[in-house]
């Protein structure tokens, strides 16, 4: 069955840097497009960044721009989520996200989740 599993969380000072890392399984990796999704406390879900599947394209939710790069190793089944100038406002739940097509239309599976916390 398709797994996902988020790492790299935790805390960060305003303006440091995480990278997340979202390991696969159960699925042919190189084949679908895959995101980044957030929940911050007391809101909704807020798409962050994804990428197609061979790599080629990338696109990001306009908070983020310019400051976050997502990208994919296809030999490891791995997607990472590279993330600088942090701010106070990027605290949330971060999900790694499949998609149902090699480009982005629609997410269909999601991991567990890992919290980023940014805080003095």
């Known amino acids: 069955q398709v797994q996902l599993v988020e790492s790299g969380g935790g805390l960060a000072q305003p303006g440091g840097s995480l990278r997340l890392s979202c390991a696969a399984s159960g699925f042919t990796f190189s084949t679908y497009a895959m995101s980044w999704a957030r929940q911050a406390p007391g809101k909704g879900l807020e798409w962050v960044s994804g990428i197609y599947s061979d790599g080629s394209d990338t696109y990001y939710a306009e908070p983020v721009k310019g400051r976050f790069t997502i990208s994919r190793d296809n030999a490891k089944n791995t997607v990472h989520l590279q993330m600088n100038s942090l701010k106070p406002e990027d605290t949330a739940l971060y999900y790694c996200?499949?998609?149902?097509?090699?480009?982005?239309?629609?997410?269909?599976?999601w991991g567990q989740g890992t919290q980023v916390t940014v805080s003095s």
């Open positions: 996200a499949k998609d149902r097509e090699h480009y982005l239309l629609l997410l269909d599976y």
